[in-house]
């Protein structure tokens, strides 16, 4: 079975950019898995993010950006804030469904 | 505005069931693929199930094939998940979130979701 990867945790200075990745266990993600990112805050429903590799959702500020690099879907946040401090989530379509990423703890210190 | 709220949740013994609600409003509900996704304390996100506009289409992940059912009634703009025999690993937040379709992909994403009702499974 095909699990999504995810850094358990990665930490980026108020300012700073920092790029989570979303990669497979066995293979390259491509656009065609549809990558998709949600955040989410501490007892708070997720948010969408990004879809479609590099699609905005509406609302989002323009210092979300997603993108492929390499062979992993990748989302990139440009001056970080301390409310972006959020757990974030990837999710592919995949031939057996729609599969999340364990999620990344990203923490702005 | 769009707005989902669940109900139905709580606590249940193993092998139990319960029927999960989700009320939709803001939107015209029945153009609109629909999902669970759920979230076990402390953990991730994980898809559940998806229906179609017109609920003759539906998809499951593995673990609960055969006890879930998701359907739809579109006159009340609800969502619903029946779980039977239900395990003390189907614990969690239960969401429900509107699901975008793209025909060019055959692929989905979440656009909106509700705040969740939580399942509790112990004896």
């Known amino acids: 079975q095909t699990v999504v990867t995810q850094e358990p945790s990665f930490s980026v200075s108020p300012g700073g950019t920092v790029t989570l990745t979303c990669g497979l266990s066995?293979?390259?993600?491509?656009?065609?898995?549809?990558p998709c990112w949600y955040q989410q805050t501490p007892g708070q429903a997720p948010r969408t993010l990004i879809y479609s590799t590099n699609t905005r959702s509406s609302g989002v500020p323009d210092r979300f950006s997603g993108s492929i690099l390499g062979n992993k879907a990748a989302l990139t946040i440009t001056g970080a804030q301390a409310d972006d401090e959020s757990d974030y989530y990837c999710?592919?379509?995949?031939?057996?469904?729609?599969?999340f990423g364990g999620g990344t703890k990203l923490t702005v210190l | 505005e769009v707005q989902l709220v669940e109900s139905g949740g709580g606590l249940v013994q193993p092998g139990g069931s319960l029927r999960l609600s989700c009320a939709a409003s803001?939107?015209?509900?029945?153009?609109?693929?629909m999902s669970w996704v759920r979230q076990a304390p402390g953990k991730g996100l994980e898809w559940v199930a998806n229906?179609?506009?017109?609920?003759?289409?539906?998809y499951y992940v593995d673990s609960v094939k055969g006890r879930f059912t998701i359907s739809r009634d579109n006159a009340k703009n609800s969502l619903y998940l029946q779980m039977n025999s239900l395990r003390v690993e189907d614990t969690a937040l239960y969401y429900c979130a509107r699901a975008r379709y793209s025909s060019s992909w055959n692929a989905y994403f979440f656009d909106y979701w509700g705040q969740g009702t939580l399942v509790t499974v112990s004896s």
């Open positions: 229906i179609k506009q017109d609920g003759n289409e539906k």
């Open positions: 803001g939107f015209t509900f029945s153009t609109y693929w």
């Open positions: 999710m592919l379509c995949m031939g057996s469904g729609l599969v």
């Open positions: 066995s293979g390259s993600v491509s656009a065609s898995y549809y």
